[in-house]
């Protein structure tokens, strides 16, 4: 009887799946449908409404739907982290020309901003300028990452230019980051750098109508949307939701229909096991993977020997096994995003990489004899970890249990995030401290920058010339061919000639939606795929669902 | 008596200016800013030049003396200041939720009441019968029951409860209406955690009004009034109650502070946009300005609720005279 019961889960959960899985496929083929309202519970608060300043998918999720971008992840194929289609260019995403140093893009003519004022590449240049190149004083979040770029002209009305110093293989997922908000050159020259904190006018699928601070946004749609034919919603809400339990009980109970962030697996089974065939799960890896970062100016851990064993100690493919079934990571993987073209197979991984080997025993037995000939048998040092459950305590835990299977005695300190950070980015107090590195676009080269030394969020403290002089080529590198000997080599560097930073495993989305809400695809970021204007109600499903 | 109205008044400022300082120190205890946490919170690349020049905007990096005294002057020319978070001012992110956590205030004290003086004086009447053990254990039961836990179990009984009923699981409403805009979405949101604190609340106020009223019911006026002959209930309405009331007023007092100052978690598990949950957010978040005008704002209403509490100690009982 005891052995009965998770079989019989399982079969009940596949069955659900499977029927999710053929519903969804039947559904896929009817006409989306216009009307109606779709609400979003978002775990975040909005600090302001400026993308360029902003970093949070608490601005992002009930923000960007009023906004459009130059280019964006494809929303009819956003598990793709290579496919970027036009927004307010026309045509295809533009090639490089002259070396892969000028893009021209053509921009959409009869796109109008909320308050009526016609969009030209004025705007344009005026938002990537203020992204770019903001005047001092005013914040720009983003501006590391086009620091290619030379020159920013608007030949016409219709044309924009971009002249970069070298070729890059970061500018063209660096344009389409989620947070690159169009504004009207108008507004920011009547109104100021910071007025886009406080107001909203952009050409989005809608417009606004109201936000009450922690409580809601509400928008409604845009009847001049660039995109013809959509949005299909009349409105939507994105309400306030802190807590987890709460956001989750809400799609259970009718009040939401969708989170866009994720939940953990449990969570998602709780949803399907109460409601069945009313319920969607979407999955996906995530472009966010845990790392533990050694404090390479406290000793012993600026011993390369003592940081190898850490990594040596960990099996990553039990890892992924069981922790999934627990906590939001999965996959395995080295420094950049698994499913991204540039990544390095696992194969080569296993082949070639410290700690990534399937014979585990093998690995733990040279960790304990790098430890050795370091003088550090028997090695204790304190884990710093986040506050947070999903997935740093849970993965944290794991990975005390997995030192402690090559000989090292590690205590965990876990502090809320505030101090977290301080210890992290200005203290430097820790031995060996848990980290992430989260990205919305995937960019492999701009976001392996996290692993360089001179990095302002490389934790690790430690300086290294060759990491640095491959960075400098590889930003450089134009081509996918320049491109994959030097992040192999960087990702060498990092992971085993260094083992600067430990990399354990990529988390996991996991996006349950009530299944009614037809259209939205998953996409490997939380950030992404979130202008709405591809997501419909199905009405009939709705009403069979007693949704009011 | 008004030179008792002006004495206390006058107590406020020490008591203000005491808690303003305690929570200014505090809160600079705590390592890391607002800036980390939101330029870098989520794990993404982080500009060290866009962290600095929001810790200089926002006076982050400026001296702690100088910290303080605009702290303080702001609060003397009542310029609350903006929130670090949001960059809306204080008095507008408060005002937006103090009308909720006023109601819920409102509601559970009224809750409390209702239970805890009809149980409190029932279970006194009939001390050591089954009655008294079952009021007994119902209190007891609402003071070991977190008003929270209480809260995640009535949402869970919902839930479930409704979708065996309807096949349609329900849940109460997550975003606030006021209740003259929509008085049925206002009620089905605010009835559950009003209950859920109310319970816990009016257990110690039962509790409360059962022994004062054992007290009062050995007096010798109330043997008197047995004597002449008096009816029960009149006994215990007209002639105990009142007197019974003094301790109860004064732990309904605390409690209706306690509610004003916000249902810290209680708000978190009805996801109520509260004063409450803007604690929360505000310490989590780092953001000293608003957390110290939260701070500052339920000292307040603590010293005043006291205050309203000792007049009216003398409006129940006669023989009590400030001067």
């Known amino acids: 009887m005891k052995g009965i019961a998770p079989k019989l889960a399982v079969a009940v959960l596949g069955a659900t799946f499977s029927f999710g899985a053929i519903s969804a496929k039947a559904a896929s083929h009817a006409s989306p449908e216009y009307g109606g309202n779709l609400n979003i519970v978002v775990g975040s608060k909005i600090p302001s409404y400026d993308g360029h300043i902003e970093s949070t998918f608490g601005m992002i999720h009930p923000i960007r739907p009023f906004y459009s971008l130059l280019i964006r992840e494809n929303p009819d194929n956003p598990a793709s982290p290579t496919d970027f289609v036009c927004d307010l260019c026309v045509g295809s995403v533009p090639a490089g020309t002259e070396g892969g140093t000028k893009f021209t893009f053509k921009i959409r003519t009869g796109v109008k901003f909320h308050d009526g004022t016609p969009l030209t590449s004025a705007d344009i240049k005026a938002s990537f300028d203020k992204v770019v190149n903001p005047p001092k004083g005013i914040a720009s979040n983003r501006k590391a990452y086009f620091k290619m770029v030379e020159a920013i002209t608007t030949p016409d009305a219709e044309t924009l230019v971009f002249k970069l110093k070298h070729p890059s293989g970061t500018f063209i997922p660096a344009v389409a980051m989620p947070f690159n908000f169009i504004y009207s050159k108008k507004d920011l020259d009547a109104n100021g750098y910071t007025w886009h904190q406080k107001n909203i006018n952009g050409t989005g699928a809608f417009s606004f109508v109201e936000h009450v601070q922690g409580s809601h946004v509400h928008g409604k749609k845009n009847p001049n949307y660039h995109h013809k034919g959509r949005p299909y919603l009349d409105t939507y809400t994105a309400l306030a939701a802190p807590k987890m339990s709460v956001r989750l009980q809400a799609i259970r109970g009718g009040r939401a229909d969708i989170e866009f962030r994720g939940f953990p697996p449990k969570a998602r089974d709780d949803l399907v096991k109460a409601l069945g065939d009313k319920i969607k799960v979407q999955e996906s890896d995530w472009n966010c993977v845990l790392l533990a970062s050694p404090n390479h100016e406290v000793k012993p851990f600026d011993d390369p020997k003592v940081r190898r064993a850490l990594t040596l100690a960990v099996d990553r493919q039990s890892g992924s096994k069981y922790l999934s079934n627990i906590a939001i990571v999965k996959t395995p993987g080295g420094i950049v995003f698994p499913q991204h073209p540039l990544a390095t197979p696992m194969s080569e991984l296993k082949a070639n990489i410290a700690g990534y080997s399937d014979d585990v025993a093998a690995s733990r037995a040279q960790a304990k004899k790098l430890l050795k000939e370091a003088g550090q048998s028997g090695l204790k040092f304190t884990f710093l970890n986040r506050g947070v459950d999903q997935p740093y305590k849970i993965v944290g835990t794991w990975l005390l249990g997995q030192w402690k299977k090559a000989g090292m005695k590690v205590d965990q300190v876990v502090k809320p995030t505030t101090p977290f950070y301080a210890s992290l980015r200005k203290k430097g107090d820790f031995d060996v401290s848990v980290d992430f590195n989260c990205q919305s676009i995937v960019n492999p080269i701009a976001d392996v920058s996290k692993f360089l030394p001179s990095a302002g969020n490389n934790y690790a403290n430690f300086e290294d010339a060759k990491l640095e002089s491959l960075y400098s080529e590889l930003l450089k590198a134009g081509t996918t061919a320049e491109q994959t000997p030097l992040l192999r080599a960087y990702e060498k560097r990092v992971l085993n000639d260094l083992s600067s930073q430990v990399v354990t495993l990529w988390w996991y989305k996991i996006n349950p939606h009530r299944s009614y809400v037809k259209g939205w695809k998953i996409a490997p970021s939380h950030y992404l795929n979130q202008s709405l204007d591809n997501i419909w109600i199905d009405s009939a499903e709705k009403k069979r669902q007693g949704v009011e | ?323």
């Open chain 2, 1 to 323: 008596m008004y030179t008792y109205i002006v004495k206390r008044m006058l107590m406020l400022f020490p008591t203000l200016f005491g808690a303003a300082v305690v929570v200014f120190l505090l809160l600079r205890l705590i390592p890391g800013d607002v800036c980390m946490l939101k330029f870098g919170g989520e794990g993404g690349y982080a500009d060290p030049e866009q962290i600095k020049q929001c810790q200089e905007l926002l006076g982050i990096s400026d001296p702690k003396i100088k910290q303080f005294y605009d702290y303080i002057s702001g609060f003397i020319t009542f310029d609350l200041g903006k929130s670090m978070w949001t960059q809306q001012d204080v008095t507008h992110e408060i005002a937006i939720r103090f009308p909720l956590s006023l109601q819920i205030a409102i509601m559970a004290t009224f809750v409390s009441v209702i239970i805890a003086v009809p149980l409190g004086v029932i279970s006194a009447a009939k001390q050591n019968t089954w009655v008294d053990y079952i009021v007994r254990t119902v209190s007891i039961a609402g003071i070991a029951m977190p008003s929270f836990w209480l809260g995640i179990v009535i949402i869970l009984g919902l839930l479930i409860g409704t979708q065996a009923w309807s096949g349609v699981p329900w849940m109460p409403p997550i975003f606030y209406k006021p209740i003259w805009v929509d008085p049925m979405h206002n009620l089905s949101q605010l009835i559950w955690p009003a209950l859920a604190t109310g319970y816990r609340y009016s257990s110690v106020a039962t509790r409360m009004t059962r022994s004062a009223m054992l007290d009062v019911l050995k007096e010798d006026y109330v043997r008197t009034a047995r004597a002449k002959g008096l009816i029960e209930k009149v006994i215990i309405n007209k002639h105990a109650l009142k007197n019974a009331m003094l301790p109860v007023v004064t732990v309904i007092g605390i409690e209706f502070a306690f509610l004003m100052g916000g249902l810290v978690v209680t708000e978190q598990v009805f996801n109520l946009n509260g004063v409450g949950k803007l604690f929360v957010e505000s310490v989590t978040q780092a953001d000293y300005t608003l957390t110290q005008s939260l701070v500052m704002l339920v000292v307040f209403i603590f010293v005043m609720v006291n205050f309203i509490v000792d007049l009216m100690y003398a409006w129940l009982d006669p023989r009590i005279r400030y001067s």
